[in-house]
């Protein structure tokens, strides 16, 4: 009875679904709050609810976690999705996209996953921006965070990417403004310390081709939370949900075994 109506109410509330709701997984189009269209796929009944955020790069999308799919029970409540611009997802309407319409995307794909109650936040790489700056205008809607292998906003996106400048950075067709999503993200982040303070946190990190940065900005994520917890991903590289699915899942199941 609750899966039926979680479908019919999630049907209703957004503005377009263009594949059938009734299937126990399926993607499609969702439109936000900006008029952007986004694929999304949800699947499960069972809670608390799981929402995959992917990273940024011309091969980015939501497919990276398909390994942790897999390795997730069938019946728990997972939603992911591609940002206008990336994977199977139409480029958006115009360019200059901040870190405000990063959380307008993110927050339709929330409110798909559970309308009535807080979710699981999972952030890979980049993710970790919509992520955590999600966290910081609605900490209602947010039950914990898992971080994998992320960018500290407080280290910066080029630093984590080894780039001098931002036409270097690639970002398939997603046309985001970068320098006001690394501005306004770490912001964000630096203002939200009271509200991050007793959220439910677990930060995965690679275990190969790390930097001294690199672990000094997972430790600094950890350390956002007086619950966040650092744990290293056995014989991982960047590629965490890929290299060691089952890191990201424990890391999920640790806040919410539902």
């Known amino acids: 009875m609750y899966a039926t109506a979680l479908r019919r109410t999630v049907c209703a509330a957004l503005v377009s679904v263009v594949a059938a709701c009734g299937s126990p997984a399926s993607w499609g189009a969702v439109e936000d709050a900006a008029g952007e269209r986004q694929r999304v796929e949800c699947r499960g009944t069972a809670g608390p609810a799981v929402v995959l955020v992917h990273g ?122 970068l320098p006001a999503v690394q501005e306004q993200t770490a912001s964000s982040v630096d203002r939200s310390a009271a509200v991050l303070g007793g959220l439910p946190m677990v930060v995965v990190r690679r275990e190969r081709g790390t930097t001294a940065a690199w672990l000094a900005a997972q430790e600094r994520l950890a350390g956002l939370s007086r619950r966040g917890r650092l744990v290293v991903a056995a014989g991982s590289g960047h590629e965490v949900p890929t290299d060691n699915p089952a890191a990201v899942v424990d890391a999920i199941n640790q806040l919410g075994a539902g």
């Open 56 to 177: 940024i790069g011309d091969r980015a999308g939501s497919a990276s976690f398909q390994k942790v799919l897999e390795k997730l029970p069938d019946e728990r409540r997972v939603c992911r999705y591609d940002r206008p611009g990336a994977g199977d997802s139409p480029p958006p309407k115009g360019g200059g996209r901040d870190a405000a319409q990063l959380d307008r995307e993110l927050d339709a794909v929330v409110r798909m996953a559970d309308p009535d109650r807080p979710v699981l936040l999972v952030g890979h790489s980049f993710g970790s921006y919509p992520v955590l700056h999600y966290v910081a205008g609605h900490r209602e809607r947010v039950a914990g965070v898992v971080l994998v292998d992320a960018v500290d906003p407080r280290l910066g996106l080029l630093q984590a990417l080894g780039v001098a400048s931002w036409s270097q950075v690639s970002m398939a067709k997603e046309n985001l403004d």
